[in-house]
T-cell receptor, first 114, second 114 residues
């Protein structure tokens, strides 16, 4: 079983719809992240959470919100989807100790907004 | 098909040959670097990391070289195999940006020719 699981894997929806992407992990990591990947660009950080009560904006948080429901669950919402939010979305986790460990990624959600 | 990586530089290598993938990083203060492999339809997978107090680090069939003078990182893959076909990208972290914040490169596509 995957350590970091994202659902759905693919989603096509219409402009203006509310969408939720979900992420769950079995790695026992405290830190969780949401990234966006676009063609020709590196991964961009949307939101991150260091524990259940901690939520922080990343570089490109506008138009997105998140919820950390439990240590193992971190969801990303698009309140009113727009076409330029069409992208690959990745959830990632990392441990706290030792510092600066690689992040572990799920297999992504391909989101298309028409 | 995969939308990410449509315009990436491509390295084509004969099966069994060695591959060298390069990355120019952006911040001279960066002191921790990671190489990721991303196969089609999958999330980034950690390959190897290196800290700036080292010039070279070896893993299984992979070697990372760091040249801080010219801000250059390379990934060498020995005896390249068909399963090595993927997009490879580097990530950098600086001590002042927080242990969670990485700058991700756009990647190089490696194609292994039979």
């Amino acid at each position: 079983d995957a350590d970091v699981t994202q659902t759905p894997r693919n989603r096509i929806t219409k402009t203006g719809k509310r969408i939720m992407l979900e992420c769950s992990q079995t790695k026992g990591h405290d830190r969780m992240y949401w990234y966006r990947q676009d063609p020709g660009l590196g991964l961009q950080l949307i939101y991150y959470s260091f524990d259940v009560k901690d939520i922080n904006k990343g570089e490109i948080s506008d138009g997105y919100s998140v919820s950390r429901q439990a240590q193992a669950k971190f969801s990303l919402s698009l309140e009113s989807a727009i076409p330029n939010q069409t992208a690959l979305y990745f959830c990632a986790t990392s441990s706290v100790v030792p510092s600066r460990q690689p992040q572990h990624f799920g297999d992504g959600t391909r989101l298309s907004i028409l | 098909g995969e939308s990410v990586g449509l315009h990436l530089p491509t390295l084509s290598v004969q099966e069994g040959d060695n591959s060298i993938i390069n990355c120019a990083y952006s911040n001279s203060a960066s002191d921790y670097f990671i190489w990721y492999k991303q196969e089609s339809g999958k999330g980034p997978q950690f390959i190897i990391d290196i800290r700036s107090n080292m010039d070279k680090r070896q893993g299984q069939r992979v070697t990372v070289l760091l040249n801080k003078t010219v801000k250059h990182l390379s990934l060498q893959i020995a005896a390249t195999q068909p399963g090595d076909s993927a997009v490879y990208f580097c990530a950098e972290n600086t001590p002042t940006s927080g242990t969670y914040k990485y700058i991700f490169g756009t990647g190089t596509r490696l194609k292994v020719l039979a």
